[in-house]
């Protein structure tokens, strides 16, 4: 079955730099690759998603990028901000309607002030 | 805006006691999906439903675990024998017929098993 595994596990930055969260998978079918962002105590929030037939899509300060031959993909944030703080999850998703979501094991991102 | 409801918010249970866990899906949505999350830890896979059935389980949904959808509107996940370790936040999911496949999650429903 899919297997994603996710880099850094913890991030610190200051307010006002980059950070850029790394994702592997290992199903070659996987065509759907969502990012959530999880406060504490709350439900994973979608942030920005992508899909194999795209290279890279950016949402104001969020952009991701997708390499499907290495099987890699990753998020940037730029012009960090404390609000940016939380455990980000990287995911991926087969091609059929019903098939599952699997999460990678989240990165902790502290912005410092 | 359209949002997946769960009940209770947190339960406490006794280990061994039977727990039903309650959601109600976005109402065109056709794929409905049961993840649990370990306080600390990623989001893990337990059993995706459709059409009235299981469409996949993980590992860790065995025997003890079972889903329903006993009158079209609300998707339960029954524990049946509780163990300390069931201890989570297990999140109710789903996703509508449109292309994207994107997940809906609810608020979650935290269960204490003592």
């Known amino acids: 079955g899919e297997n994603v595994e996710q880099h850094p596990s913890t991030l610190s930055v200051q307010e006002g730099d980059s950070a850029v969260i790394k994702c592997t998978y290992s199903d070659s079918a996987s065509n759907y690759f969502p990012w959530y962002k999880q406060e504490l105590g709350k439900r994973p929030q979608l942030i920005i998603d992508i899909r194999s037939n795209v290279g890279e899509k950016k949402d104001q300060r969020i952009a991701v990028t997708l390499n499907k031959t290495a099987k890699h993909f990753s998020l940037h944030i730029t012009e960090t901000q404390p609000e940016d703080s939380a455990v980000y999850f990287c995911a991926a998703k087969g091609m059929n309607r019903d098939d599952k979501i699997i999460f990678g094991k989240g990165t902790r991102l502290h912005i410092l002030p | 805006e359209p949002e997946v409801t769960q009940t209770p918010s947190h339960q406490v249970t006794q280990m061994g006691q039977e727990v039903i866990l309650r959601c109600v899906p976005i109402s065109n949505h056709l794929y409905f999906y049961w993840y649990r999350q370990i306080l600390g830890q990623k989001v893990e896979f337990l059993v995706s439903?459709?059409?009235?059935?299981?469409?996949?389980k993980s590992e860790i949904f065995d025997d003890q675990f079972s889903v329903e959808r006993p009158d079209g509107s609300n998707f339960t996940l029954k524990i049946r024998s509780t163990k300390l370790e069931d201890s989570a936040m297990y999140f109710c999911?789903?996703?509508?017929?449109?292309?994207?496949?994107?997940?809906?999650f609810g608020e979650g429903s935290r269960l204490t098993v003592l």
């Open positions: 999911a789903s996703s509508g017929p449109g292309a994207t496949g994107e997940l809906f």
């Open positions: 439903f459709y059409n009235n059935e299981i469409s996949e």
